[in-house]
């Protein structure tokens, strides 16, 4: 297991305000990650799932921000590269958003994209 390992390294990262958003939602629940995978499936051929999760497998990769963190297994990893985790709070209600830059097209919620 890759403990602590740098955005920069794996290509994942966590913005401040998803940092923040998780620790207040994990708050007290010890060894709670949140866990993002990709799965086939949506409108545009993918889709980001989010799970909190309390184990870990060997090979998950885990990225660390403030306390926060987050948990890619990597089959995900690789459409994941170069991909940050955002949480936003705007007029269209509150979610996690991940900035991908290896998706070309996305649905208009932001849940399913295509590569």
């Known amino acids: 297991m890759n403990e602590a390992v ?5 290509g994942v990262s966590i913005s401040a305000s998803a940092a923040r958003r998780l620790n207040a939602i994990l708050k007290g629940e010890a060894g709670a990650a ?4 990709v799965k086939g499936g949506g409108c545009s051929g993918f ?8 184990t870990r497998a060997d090979d998950d990769v885990v ?7 987050l948990l ?4 995900s ?10 949480f936003v709070d705007d007029l269209m209600g509150q979610s996690f958003r991940v ?8 649905c208009g919620c ?3 994209f295509s590569v």
């Open 99 to 106: 900035k991908n830059p290896n998706a070309v097209a996305s």
């Open 110 to 112: 932001g849940v399913s």
């Open 77 to 86: 990893l690789e459409l994941l590269k170069g991909a940050e985790l955002d």
């Open 47 to 54: 889709q980001y799932a989010f799970d909190v999760d309390r």
């Open 63 to 69: 990225v660390t921000r403030d306390g926060a963190t």
């Open 6 to 10: 740098s955005p920069a390294l794996e």
């Open 72 to 75: 890619v297994d990597p089959v």
């Open 34 to 37: 949140l866990r993002i995978s």
